[in-house]
C-alpha cells in the first residue's frame, strides 16, 4: 500500500517569542504548539519539521545554537540539531532555515516509541561561514550535527504529548525568532 498524504499539523500564524535567553525554551507562538493523540504514530510514520526565522550572534563569542522538538511534559527530545558553532564574525538578523524529516521506528509506552531523524540547517550564522558579500558561501549543516545518526530517545506513544520546538543558545550575546514553522505528518497507512 502506498504512504497517504502530508497532513500539515501544526504552523504557526504568528512569530514566536524573540529568544534571548542561553536556556533551552519553546520558541513558538502557540498557534505553532501541537498535541498528538495518544496512539496516533505508527511504525513508518514520517514526521517533518520545517521552520524559518532570523537569528543574531556576537562577534568573536558567539556561542552554540541548537533547535529541537520535544514530546510530553518532561520535554524528551524527539529530534535535535546538537549544538552549532556560531559564527565568530558578527551576524545580526540573517535568515536561518531547518528542515528534518523523522521515521517512526518503534511505538510503545514508558520509553518504547523511538524515531530516526535526518535534515539540514543553513545560515551564514553559522560555522565560521563568511558572509555572502565576501564569499565563498557554505552555511549549509546536515543534523544532527558533528555525531552519526542514532534513534531517538525513547518517549512514550501511547498517551497523548505535546509536540514543541526548542531553542537553545550557550551564551546570552544573541536574539533567535521564529517566523515560519509547520509541522507534518505522512501516515504509512495511506489514511
Not at 497532513?7 to 533551552?24: F, K, V, Y
Not at 550535527?145 to 520546538?165: C, E, W
Request: aromatic letters at 10%.
Amino acid at each position: 500500500m502506498s504512504l497517504g498524504y502530508w497532513e500539515t499539523l501544526a504552523s504557526q500564524t504568528s512569530d514566536g517569542p524573540t529568544q534571548t535567553s542561553g536556556t533551552r525554551i519553546s520558541c513558538l507562538h502557540g498557534s505553532g504548539k501541537y498535541t498528538m493523540a495518544a496512539n496516533r504514530l505508527k511504525v513508518g510514520d514520517i514526521l517533518r519539521i520545517r521552520a524559518f526565522g532570523r537569528i543574531s550572534l556576537a562577534v568573536t563569542t558567539p556561542g552554540n545554537s541548537s533547535w529541537d522538538l520535544s514530546a510530553g511534559v518532561t520535554g524528551v527530545k524527539m529530534f535535535d540539531t546538537l549544538p552549532i558553532l556560531g559564527n565568530i564574525v558578527v551576524q545580526t538578523t540573517v535568515p536561518w532555515w531547518l528542515e528534518a524529516e523523522g521515521i517512526v521506528r518503534t511505538v510503545g509506552s514508558g520509553t518504547s516509541a523511538t524515531m530516526f531523524w535526518g535534515g539540514l540547517v543553513s545560515s551564514t550564522a553559522f560555522l565560521n561561514v563568511a558572509a555572502p558579500a565576501t564569499g565563498p558561501y557554505a552555511g549549509v549543516v546536515p543534523v544532527p550535527f558533528n555525531v552519526a545518526p542514532v534513534a531517538s530517545p525513547g518517549f512514550d506513544s501511547t498517551v497523548a504529548n505535546l509536540l514543541d520546538f526548542n531553542f537553545t543558545q550557550t551564551t546570552s550575546t544573541f536574539s533567535m525568532t521564529v517566523h515560519n514553522y509547520t509541522l507534518s505528518l505522512m501516515s504509512s497507512s495511506g489514511f
